[in-house]
């Protein structure tokens, strides 16, 4: 069963019906991280008036692995990243230009063991604020994210 985001509504995808379901959609890969640094915070990007996690496209040949370093280095400003583990892949739909898009995105457990404390948001990408947030700012930037993102935090907090 595949569980799909869809704006603020969560559906489910019988494995049988998911041939037909994708028919629906051009489908999207992306790769993202939920980046921990030395002191146990997490880092969140805020892009579009919503919280967020450092996530994008994965390029034509590129790994997935790969890929979910790439966006966090660029949509943060921050190298040192290595890949504890990898999480759960999740689904969400949206619009662009009249096409209805299914992202397909591969997560990972990322640690920042770097030194640089200076965050640099992506702003060609609509990210405004890069930061690392300990577990009391997470449940407050939280009330302000998309449901997916609480999915992926949630074991986390």
Not at 18 to 27: C, E, I, Q, S
Not at 31 to 55: C, H, M, Q, T, Y
Not at 81 to 108: C, D, N, Q
Not at 136 to 144: F, G, I, Q, V, W
Request: hydrophobic share 40%.
């Amino acid at each position: 069963m595949y569980k799909i985001f869809n704006k603020n509504k969560c559906e489910f995808i019988q494995e049988e019906n998911w041939g037909n379901y994708l028919k629906k959609y051009m489908l999207i890969e992306a790769a993202g991280g939920v980046v921990k640094n030395g002191k146990s915070e997490l880092l969140l990007i805020f892009r579009l008036d919503k919280w967020d996690l450092p996530k994008g496209k994965i390029e034509k040949d590129e790994a997935v692995r790969k890929a979910a370093i790439r966006e966090v280095q660029e949509e943060c400003g921050i190298s040192e990243i290595e890949i504890i583990m990898e999480l759960p892949v999740t689904y969400h739909t949206y619009e662009l230009k009249g096409v209805a898009i299914l992202k397909r995105t591969h997560w990972f457990e990322m640690l920042y063991s770097g030194r640089n404390t200076k965050l640099t948001p992506q702003l060609d990408e609509h990210i405004t604020v890069a930061r690392w947030m300990n577990k009391s700012d997470m449940k407050e930037a939280l009330k302000n994210t998309y449901p997916l993102i609480q999915t992926v935090l949630e074991p986390f907090l």
